[in-house]
């Protein structure tokens, strides 16, 4: 295989690995706004929260990892959950300016008390994976990303599952879908409510608790929350699918301008996907699945 | 006039023309204020030490890219985060035009119409978004003029900063503090005036239907596109005189100066003071630059005390950042504005509250 | 309920007014104080800090400021600088420049200080002017070469070998280990990761390496696969980073991962222990210039600083590199204040600078030479590398060849 072809296979397959990341994450901006209207840019600070939490639990109160992981996601559904009842209620059905600074002071505040809590220097979960790079052919990978990868895959097909499926899912999105039809038909929506919060505090956490090993845990954590905004955006800010989807376009885009552009433009890695946003705005407004609102005069 | 109350400008509201309700001072006592108000700040920071007035100018010149703001999310209803780039714009257009021999007189108007340019590029995705995902877009706007801010080099002088100096005024350079004061506070209060006078206009009316039901609006005849789009280069307009302003209080201007903490920074400032009012900006303004500079004056102090927590103390500030606008936000969503009116009112209306 | 909170909020209104009211009458004439008392006891000389503890640089901000006022308390409980106290007013900036100018106008401007210790390169270009204007000697956690020229900043001083410095005294390491050594840097969109990058260039073409370019990593960076990918593309071997540790730990990450056969070359920032934890084994072999020493090195100069901490209740290993930097900076700055003589002003510390020569700090840092023509005090940087989990020194403090 000639260099340049494997040099594309590469940022190829880097973009999917970083992409699934991407998914899940912005999988937390679509599951509270399809639910409750509201765009959550607390949620890198709850990436960073999730991070730290894993981080005591397994570096610091020494459980072993996979049980940490998983009670590291109990502990940010209930910090979701607590969040959801305490901030956001009082704001159902306010215009979307006070529910944007609602959450953008939800944002700082809850930045100042991890800062409190945990201080900014740079954490890092110890040698739970390996540095050492998996081979395919001419693809390397690390086995952290492709951990991450799978997790990541995982929970997207139980999170479609939960949702197609169980109970409390199919109310979520009944609740997303009319919530007046939704309460006449006995569903709780403030539980609904609270249960949201709950699975995007539990995919920030995943997301939060791999990236902290690919990079380390300090406050820079909580940039992803804008860095996957373009992905919600993209796949339209109501639609799960649009989300997985949107994770992988950004990625291999990320990495394909990266790649190829850089050279020319410097650092265009980084702002790619905010001009490929507002392109699809224009062409599409609500992204590639969002729910179309038709409104004529 | 009214001699009861020393507090009071007036017991309650009797108008008869439409003409009186649009009056921009509805008594002549308001009018006399108005000019007391404006000449007092002018004299008195002669009294105040440097540092103060640094702090005013910092102030005037934050009011002044926070009133454009307002006019678009206040006025109009559409959000923007990207109003720190759109002070950026300004600023290094001045400092460019500067550097190429303008007159600072005319660099700064030209400044703030570039922005304006600028801003009206950006506003028009407004055509087909709105709510969140135009929120989005401005973010997008932000990000992506902060990558050319430190790209165009020719333009910004990149990451290695462009000095910009201190303008002069019939020969007298405004090195100090309050020369430059004057000039600032002068721009602030004709732009105030405008911004203030601009809800008396059939445009300004015009801005409201869009905000308050855009359909509605249209059916009036009211040109949405064209409103939303004209909203936002006004809006840029004041942001890009706020940063041809900035640029030569600083005297240097890097792109790391109008990143996105600033344009969060400018919608905590207007939802503070109160959506939508002029006053409210300015009150707003003076309470998100004064709140950490308060928290400072009390947390360094006690952090010496008490050393056990010490360093820690600080985050206090940004507790403080965040949960006034958490508290705003509940509480009183019309923000400091209304907080005063009611302060008034109760006064007013003393002792038969009803 | 809701009238209360109201009422509470206007209460705090008034308070806040108060407040501003109070404080006013206790701020001095700018520059007045210091001057006025030539009677034992002195009166204490007023510095000011300007440090990032809770900002975006609060990791390394932080333990660079509790180095700054640790120096501080040891020098007054020493007596201070020839019986005079030194009055530390600092301000926590929060890496943020428009409140890094509020801070320098409440410095200077209220509580009169004759000099000021700062730290980010945003912030400190954003106030060369200012600086110049009120004659404030000024050092800062910038080590941009930007600053060392006294005609265009005259009150900027540099303490440690600048990052185009270091990156000379890295190129020259990388030519004598490949006489025909492939370059590159990797940098981020900022003052501080452009700063070297033209110095470098110009320097690595003078002494014969091929400069095969720059890639960007930004700060935040999780991964950095597709610039490794290009650096591999352009067939760079030795390769500078100017970032910050974060974004250093990725590049390296992902050079593992890649297998890539670059000797990465860390400047400044890159350098510090935090590195080795974020990036466990595949920190082994990186090489760097740290602007100062580490807490575990030996030398009189940071016995004094370890015994200090020691003395306080802080553990050898609970300080680390950026604190010894602060330490070196209260260090430096109280020297220059005692040469200043009975009246620090600001013209006075500028001529104290402008006295040191080949200042040794006992083992901190690079010796340091000031002149009226130059404000680039360092001038040699010493390289260490990590070896097994561990910066050491490699080389003795060396000066670029050319």
Request: glycine residues 10%.
């Amino acid at each position: 295989m000639s260099g340049s072809m494997s040099f594309l296979l590469n940022l190829l397959v880097n973009g999917i690995v970083v992409g699934a990341l991407y998914s899940l994450i912005a999988l937390g901006f679509v599951l509270i706004y399809k639910a409750s209207g509201v765009l959550n840019l607390a949620q890198g600070e709850m990436v960073l929260l999730g991070a730290y939490i894993g981080l005591t639990l397994t570096t610091g109160l020494k459980v072993p990892f996979l049980l940490g992981l998983v009670l590291a996601i109990g502990v940010s559904a209930l910090v979701g959950m607590g969040i959801e009842r305490v901030v956001l209620r009082p704001f159902i059905g306010e215009p979307p300016i006070s529910i944007i600074m609602v959450t953008m002071g939800l944002s700082l505040l809850l930045r100042a008390l991890m800062h409190f809590i945990w201080g900014t220097e740079l954490r890092s979960f110890q040698g739970l994976f390996s540095n050492n790079p998996i081979v395919l052919g001419p693809v390397r990978l690390s086995e952290v990303f492709l951990w991450s990868f799978a997790a990541a895959i995982f929970l997207l097909i139980a999170l479609t599952l939960f949702f197609k499926y169980s109970l409390l899912g199919i109310a979520m999105r009944a609740t997303a879908d009319d919530e007046q039809a939704a309460l006449s038909m006995g569903i709780s929506v403030k539980r609904v409510l609270g249960a949201t919060w709950a699975v995007a505090a539990m995919v920030a956490s995943v997301g939060g608790i791999f990236l902290g090993n690919i990079a380390g845990v300090n406050p820079l954590l909580t940039s992803y929350g804008l860095k996957v905004l373009p992905v919600a955006i993209l796949g339209g800010l109501d639609s799960v699918p649009g989300a997985i989807v949107g994770g992988f376009v950004i990625g291999i885009l990320e990495n394909l301008a990266g790649g190829y552009l850089d050279t020319y433009w410097p650092g265009i890695k980084e702002v790619a996907p905010f001009i490929v946003l507002v392109i699809i705005l224009l062409i599409k407004p609500y992204g590639l699945y969002g729910k179309e609102i038709i409104e004529r005069v | 006039m009214n001699l009861r109350y020393p507090f009071t400008m007036e017991c309650g509201q009797y108008r008869t023309t439409y003409e009186q309700d649009l009056a921009f001072h509805p008594s002549r006592l308001s009018t006399v204020r108005g000019w007391v108000i404006v000449a007092a700040l002018f004299i008195v920071p002669l009294a105040l030490s440097n540092y103060y007035v640094s702090i005013l100018n910092q102030v005037s010149i934050f009011v002044i890219a926070a009133m454009g703001l307002n006019i678009l999310t206040g006025l109009t209803g559409q959000i923007s985060v990207g109003h720190g780039a759109f002070t950026g714009v300004g600023a290094f257009t001045a400092g460019y035009l500067m550097k190429l021999g303008w007159s600072y007189w005319l660099a700064m108007p030209a400044a703030g119409l570039v922005a304006a340019a600028v801003g009206g590029l950006f506003g028009l995705p407004s055509a087909r978004l709105k709510g969140l995902y135009l929120a989005i877009a401005s973010m997008a706007a932000q990000q992506i003029l902060e990558f050319l801010f430190v790209r165009a080099e020719w333009f910004t002088g990149g990451v290695h900063s462009m000095t910009v100096l201190r303008p002069k005024l019939f020969g007298h350079s405004l090195d100090s503090d309050y020369g430059f004061y004057v000039l600032v506070l002068s721009v602030a209060v004709v732009l105030g005036v405008f911004a203030q006078n601009l809800t008396r206009t059939r445009w300004g009316r015009a801005l409201v239907a869009v905000r308050d039901r855009d359909l509605a609006a249209e059916v009036m005849g009211v040109d949405l596109w064209k409103t939303k789009v004209m909203a936002f280069a006004l809006s840029a307009f004041y942001a890009g005189i706020a940063g041809a302003l900035w640029a030569p209080f600083v005297m240097i201007i890097n792109p790391e100066q109008f990143n996105f903490s600033l344009s969060i920074e400018l919608l905590a400032m207007i939802i503070i003071g109160g959506l939508g009012s002029v006053t409210g900006t300015v009150y707003g303004v003076i309470f998100m630059t004064i709140l950490p500079i308060l928290v400072r004056s009390v947390t360094q102090p006690l952090a010496v005390l008490v050393p056990a927590i010490g360093d820690k103390l600080l985050l206090l500030k940004d507790i403080a950042f965040g949960g006034a606008i958490v508290l705003f936000l509940v509480f009183e969503s019309d923000g400091l504005a209304k907080l005063w009116r009611n302060i008034k009112d109760y006064f007013r209306l003393w002792p038969f509250s009803y | 309920m809701k009238a209360m909170v109201k009422w509470i909020a206007v209460l705090m209104f008034v308070v806040l007014l108060a407040g501003c009211g109070s404080s006013k009458p206790t701020s001095p004439a700018p520059g007045a104080a210091p001057a006025t008392a030539p009677a034992a006891p002195k009166a204490p000389i007023k510095v000011g800090g300007i440090f990032d503890l809770t900002g975006g640089t609060g990791d390394v901000g932080k333990p660079h400021s509790e180095g700054v006022r640790a120096y501080v308390a040891y020098i007054n409980s020493k007596g201070g600088v020839d019986g005079a106290k030194i009055d530390l007013q600092w301000v926590d900036y929060a890496y943020q420049t428009p409140k890094a100018v509020e801070a320098y106008n409440k410095l200077t401007k209220q509580d009169g200080v004759s000099a000021v210790m700062g730290w980010g390169t945003g912030d400190t270009e954003a106030m060369k002017e200012l600086i110049a204007k009120d004659k404030i000697p000024y050092i800062s956690g910038s080590y941009s070469e930007q600053l060392i020229n006294p005609a265009t900043t005259p009150y900027n001083f540099i303490v440690a070998p600048t990052y185009s410095q270091a990156s000379r005294v890295m190129l020259d390491y990388a030519k004598s280990k490949k006489a025909d050594a492939k370059v590159a840097l990797v940098y981020n969109d900022s003052g501080f990761g452009k700063s070297p990058l033209e110095d470098a260039k110009a320097y690595a073409k003078k002494i014969g390496l091929t400069w095969t370019g720059e890639v960007v990593v930004p700060l935040t960076a999780s991964d950095a696969v597709t610039q490794v990918l290009e650096l591999q593309k352009m067939g760079a071997d030795y390769v500078l980073i100017q970032e910050t540790t974060n974004a250093t730990a990725v590049t390296l990450k992902s050079a593992k991962q890649q297998g890539a056969k670059i000797q990465f070359m860390g400047l400044a920032y890159s350098v510090d222990e935090n590195l080795i934890k974020a990036a466990g084994d595949a920190a082994e072999g990186f090489i760097g210039i740290p602007a100062f020493a580490f807490p575990y090195e030996t030398g009189a100069g940071i016995k004094e600083a370890v015994d200090f901490a020691a003395s306080k209740g802080i553990k050898l290993e609970d300080l680390n590199q950026k604190w010894i930097q602060g330490w070196a900076f209260g260090r430096i700055m109280s020297e220059a204040l005692k040469r200043a003589g009975d009246k620090p002003t600001g013209e006075a510390i500028r001529k104290a600078f402008e006295s040191f020569k080949d200042y040794d700090l006992g083992g901190l840092g690079s010796p340091l030479t000031f002149t009226a023509t130059d404000h680039g005090g360092a001038k040699k940087a010493r390289i260490y590398q990590v070896k097994s989990g561990k910066w050491q020194p490699i080389t003795e403090y060396l000066a670029p060849k050319q």
